[in-house]
């Protein structure tokens, strides 16, 4: 199919090709997850972002680009899961932003829109890395951009773009110590690489006769072994979020015109940490921890009209809530939470600390952005809580603000005890914008174990893991392999440094009877004698057990 002219109709047949591409593809996507755990579900939470665009493209009759690529752009955001899928819609988006007028595009149109896709894709990252999708998409782009220059048709834009997201795919080892560690390539640059590959196979007329095979997944093309470790830094980097705390918590909304959110966001960039910035031409909403707050109003002033104005002492507040809290009887009728959890124990848990709704959802099942918001405006609350529990999660569920009308709060916590952490500081007598940052604060003062079996083998973080080995994974962080699970969740417990810890609790999952529980709490008590220990069942999948350090 060589036609100078794509239309709708066959854009989305390329886009029906990619998603049935990705279907076959996506569990061996999943298995270049970096960490050895069963969570590595990039490849399935790009399909199901795809799969929901589909839903919404499928019965449209004969419609132009622009209406094509903005149910597209639409789907995919309601359908995004994890990390992955969030970064895939904003690309989705961005090609829509370069799209949404036209009646049919040729490759140099598609090139724009590449370009406008990476641009948006970087822009939903607060801390974009090299060496991920983002790499591949953007030199994807500017290879299509080089290209388009001298021809102009579809099917030699996306030869380029394929051909050029094969070598960034193969090349993101090398800019990710992690992935060089580990031997693997970035599994969501693996994921668009073979969205772009089934657009292109759809226009040279071989959706009918595609076989997948295994040699679709790209080998890593590395200038240095495999086998060298991981750099510290960058690892961390990638598997933590800075939980210090920095002067104050400073939160604005400011409404203008021709606001740049990618422009101030690089001018506050060393004005405070912790910056999350998002919005558009009309509207910004601003958090940053930040030691001069009256600057950053000066700043905001001078854009447009400010409102929403919260300016706290993290470390006094913190304080005045724990001195002053107590417990009250139900959420007001003004605050609803929502909390993604899984395992009967841990879900009553969750309703017992005065959760409105619970989703269900974690590891290997991430809900989508429909999901998160469906549970939200079913609530009869004005302004909604959400506490994804689940790194994996975060990205989706900061997308429900934009689309729910109800005045949402995500607290991004990426584990169940940070969950529980945020929980347990609600204070029922102050204002929703109050608790949000009380309970962004108490979700840094606990640690997160858990503790799983091995998917494969491999190294990570100079840790050599054999499969089925039992892993300790410190807030986000591999620390150990062992063979037993008991021995696994003590070692952890180890690398903590609970010196001054005063509790822990340990939520045993589904695999775990309670007897063995038992013994487990014994052995805790003897070897801690001076902390306290819980051992309460959690009834959670894939994870042994999951520990909290307080």
């Known amino acids: 199919m060589n036609s100078s002219l794509i239309s709708g109709t066959q854009f989305r047949e390329m886009f ?71 970064i895939l819609s904003q690309f989705w988006a ?23 896709a990476y641009k948006k894709a970087y822009a939903g990252v607060a801390n974009p890395v090299e060496g991920t999708i983002l790499t591949v998409i953007r030199e994807s782009a500017e290879a299509a951009n080089g290209i388009a220059a001298t021809k102009e048709d579809m099917v030699s834009v996306l030869e380029t773009v394929v051909n050029q997201a094969a070598k960034s795919v193969a090349n993101t080892p090398n ?56 750099d510290p830094e960058v690892f961390a980097k990638l598997t933590h ?25 690089k001018q506050l960039a060393k004005k405070g940490k912790s ?89 290997t099942m991430n809900p989508s952005t429909k999901d998160l918001l469906n549970a939200t405006e079913a609530l009869l609350a004005d302004n909604v809580i959400i506490l994804p529990n689940n790194k994996n999660i975060i990205l989706t569920a900061e997308k429900v603000p934009e689309v729910s009308n109800k005045k949402v709060y995500v607290i991004p916590t990426k584990s169940i005890p940070q969950g529980i952490a945020a929980l347990l500081s609600y204070d029922y007598s102050v204002d929703v914008e109050s608790n ?36 300790g994974i410190l807030d986000g962080k591999i620390v150990t392999a062992q063979e037993d699970l008991d021995d696994a969740l003590i070692a952890a417990i180890e690398k903590a440094d609970v010196k001054d810890a005063e509790i822990i609790t340990v939520y045993y999952g589904q695999e775990i009877d309670a007897e063995h529980a038992q013994q487990l709490n014994d052995r805790l008590e003897r070897q801690y004698p001076m902390i306290g220990i819980e051992v309460v069942g959690g009834n959670q999948p894939n994870y042994h057990y999951i520990a909290s350090i307080e």
């Open 16 to 86: 029906a090709t990619a998603t049935a591409w990705l279907d076959n593809a996506h569990e061996d996507i999943n298995s270049l997850n970096v960490f050895p755990v069963p969570d590595g579900d990039t490849g399935t939470n790009m399909l199901m972002t795809m799969k929901t665009a589909m839903e919404e493209i499928s019965s449209m009759e004969e419609p132009t680009i622009g209406q094509l690529t903005k149910q597209i752009a639409h789907g995919t955001l309601m359908g995004a899961r994890g990390n992955s899928g969030v």
């Open 94 to 116: 961005g090609i829509n932003i370069a799209l949404k007028d036209k009646e049919n595009i040729n490759g140099k149109d598609f090139a724009v829109a590449l370009t406008e």
């Open 175 to 230: 800019l990710l110590a992690t992935l060089r560690e580990a031997g693997v390539v970035d599994s969501g640059g693996q994921g668009i690489y073979i969205i772009l590959d089934g657009m292109l196979r759809y226009l040279k007329g071989e959706a009918d006769a595609m076989q997948y095979r295994k040699g679709l997944i790209i080998t890593p093309n590395t200038e240095k072994p495999l086998a060298n470790p991981a």
């Open 241 to 265: 979020e800075d939980g210090e705390k920095f002067g104050y918590c400073t939160n604005v909304m400011v409404r203008g015109e021709g606001l740049d959110p990618d422009k101030l966001r």
């Open 275 to 363: 910056i999350v910035l998002v919005g558009d031409e009309n509207i910004i909403r601003l958090h940053i921890h930040t030691q001069n707050p009256g600057e950053i109003i000066s700043m905001m002033t001078e854009l447009g009209i400010i409102s929403d104005v919260s300016i706290c002492n993290m470390d006094d507040q913190h304080s005045e809530f724990i001195k002053n809290k107590k417990e009250q009887d139900p959420i007001a009728a003004t605050t609803s939470i929502v909390a993604v959890s899984v395992g009967e124990g841990l879900s009553q848990l969750f309703q017992s600390l005065g959760v409105s709704t619970v989703v269900e959802g974690g590891q």
């Open 436 to 471: 949000v940052e009380t309970m962004k604060e108490a979700m840094n003062n606990v640690k997160t174990i858990e503790v799983t079996r091995a998917v494969r083998s491999t190294t990570v973080d100079g840790i050599d893991i054999q499969k089925k080995q039992a892993i």
